[in-house]
């Protein structure tokens, strides 16, 4: 099958034998802008997610200065996760704009799958490129394509214990080869899809927390902004999934 017919592939019903999940993303509002409906049919469910973020997002508005904007997008991001059912938020304190791929990510990254043992871990989109029918379109952002990265490979070295063997002397975190998928949203391939449903006024919700993000992003009301952006997405993943709004991800089972 060619890659555009896989792009015109019904999208498969997201695996929904799991309990615990863990999203790792680059910045807040990443999960806001992609898959925060499904975290909310997801918790409405009664399974668990937990957040991790790489960055404070300290780098992401320009008339505000790297520190009050840290503080500011870090409160802003446990609103909006409060909003889906997620109280669990946790910030790794690498520098926003410059997060570098290599082991010490990854060992971050490793340390937070063990500690919270998920089955599925959600991440951002890790190639060079987003949007776009044919996969091109608008060129990914570095940090978005580090973290995406060192989530796929961290999940395997979270059940290696000869990989970053001082997590378990230093931390006490001893291995966990229970993650069974990385699900990647914002991909220009996704394989799985979930119903947006209900979840998609709470995601609509959950993005608005980010006021002064979105306020330094548009000049368009904030509401119309945040609802055009989501339903276009939902709605543009319903025409691989029986017609039904659905959030769309990128599946590799482990």
């Known amino acids: 099958m060619t890659e555009r017919a896989d792009q015109q592939a019904p999208l498969q019903p997201m695996p929904a034998d799991w309990r615990r999940a863990l999203a790792v993303v680059a910045h807040p509002d990443d999960l806001e802008y992609g898959c925060a409906a499904a975290i909310a049919h997801w918790t409405d469910g009664g399974r668990e997610v937990a957040y991790v973020l790489a960055t404070r997002g300290e780098a ?33 304190g690498h520098r926003d704009g410059v997060i570098e791929y290599g082991p ?9 799958i063990r500690r919270h043992r998920p089955e599925l871990v959600i991440t951002l989109n890790h190639r060079d490129t987003w949007g776009g029918a044919d996969g091109g379109g608008n060129w990914n952002s570095p940090d978005h394509k580090a973290v995406g990265r060192a989530v796929l490979d961290a999940a ?33 391939t996704p394989t799985h899809a979930v119903e947006a449903g209900p979840g998609l006024e709470r995601a609509v919700h959950s993005l608005l927390e980010h006021k002064a993000y979105i306020a330094a992003l548009t000049d368009q009301d904030p509401q119309e902004y945040v609802r055009n952006f989501l339903t276009g997405s939902v709605q543009q993943a319903a025409a691989r999934f029986g017609g039904v709004p659905a959030v769309a991800f990128e599946v590799f089972p482990r």
């Open 156 to 188: 395997g070295d979270a059940g290696n214990r000869w990989i970053f063997p001082e997590l378990i002397s230093e931390q006490g975190l001893e291995p966990w080869d229970g993650v069974r998928w990385v699900a990647v949203s914002g991909t220009t």
């Open 60 to 92: 992401g508005i320009d008339g505000v200065a790297p520190d009050e904007c840290a503080a500011l997008r870090e409160a802003e991001q446990r609103a909006s996760a409060a909003v889906v059912g997620v109280s669990t938020v946790e910030f790794l």
């Open 104 to 112: 010490a990510l990854r060992r971050d990254i490793a340390a937070a």
